[in-house]
């Protein structure tokens, strides 16, 4: 039995590299809404029927825009129309409180297709196989304490059943102090495997536990990171690249080529860059077929006697952390958990700096 994993598509009105296509529709959206078709079309090209979702197909938390909710809608009664059907539990985007109930629970009125079911408890489900079970995978929607999402999965292990969750899960993003589940504890739980949407980026650090990764790069949050979806079957996981335009650093003039940026959204980040270096990594960029890109170089300067530029070459997620474990005052409050809300904050500026 195969089956497709898709997670953290996170459909919205994008406004950074986004134009309006011929249907009106955001063009990115339009791009992410496209690569959860393509998972479907590559399912059944693989013999498989059914696409689970695991978390975050909206991105504004309860608020959602009529022209990102109806192409959406457009979009999975094409996927439901090709005899496809979807499973799909709420991340905490799809959310409008800190907890998974209908109610609240963005996607619930594509439980209203038939085929889509939209899951906001913990929920098993089981595929068929010429009218016998063949398959058995669990699914457990967001859920914020962890010890609660700990109890529920641990209460419905069998050694040949999956599980899918919405969590974070430790080591999957740099520069965020370990706070959510850890790999080796997730192992160990003793599920045949384990796919976890919420953070970008695709991983297998361990054997059989899976950070599905998200369907498209989305922000300057996401270079580096590995996106797409996974196709299931009893003996593999198959990884498939997201075909969506990804975003890119550029550091310096010679990482331009081709294989690098033709076709993506690139960033330079070029430091102490003269007027004619950043000229000459315009035209690179253009002959190197790069679909936009925004300069967030800095310019140079003349040092002034005196001055000294000695900073260390850390990342900001680095910097924050650092900062609250060594210098900020939090009385009886936890210091992992104030700098992962501040760095839960970091993450959705960056988000509404690519909008």
Partial sequence: MTYAVSSDQHAHEWSAFATTNADGVNSRLAIILGEVERAARELLAAGGNTLFLAGDLFHVRGKIDPEVLNPTIDTFKRILGMGVRVHAIAGNHDLKGKHANKLGNAMQSLDELPGFNAITTPTLVKLYEN??????IMMIPWIEDLDELRSIATNHVMSSRDLIIHAPLNGVIKGLPDHGLDPVEVKAWGYRRVFIGHYHHHQEPQPG??????????????????????????????FRESMAPQFVNIDDVADIDPVTVAGNYVRLRFKDADADTLSAAREALKDAGALAWVDHSSKKREVTRGASSSTANVT????????????????????????????????????????
């Fill in 209 to 238: 536990v899976f950070s599905i990764g998200a369907t498209t790069h989305q922000t300057w949050s996401d270079p580096g990171t590995r996106a797409g979806f996974l196709l299931v079957d009893d003996t593999a996981v198959d």
């Fill in 131 to 136: 009218g016998q079970p063949d398959t058995e």
């Fill in 316 to 355: 900001l997620e680095v910097s924050v952390a650092s900062y609250v474990a060594n210098h900020l005052d939090v009385g009886k409050l936890s210091k992992k958990r104030v700098a992962v809300d501040a760095l839960d904050v970091l993450r959705e500026a960056r988000t509404v700096g690519a909008e």
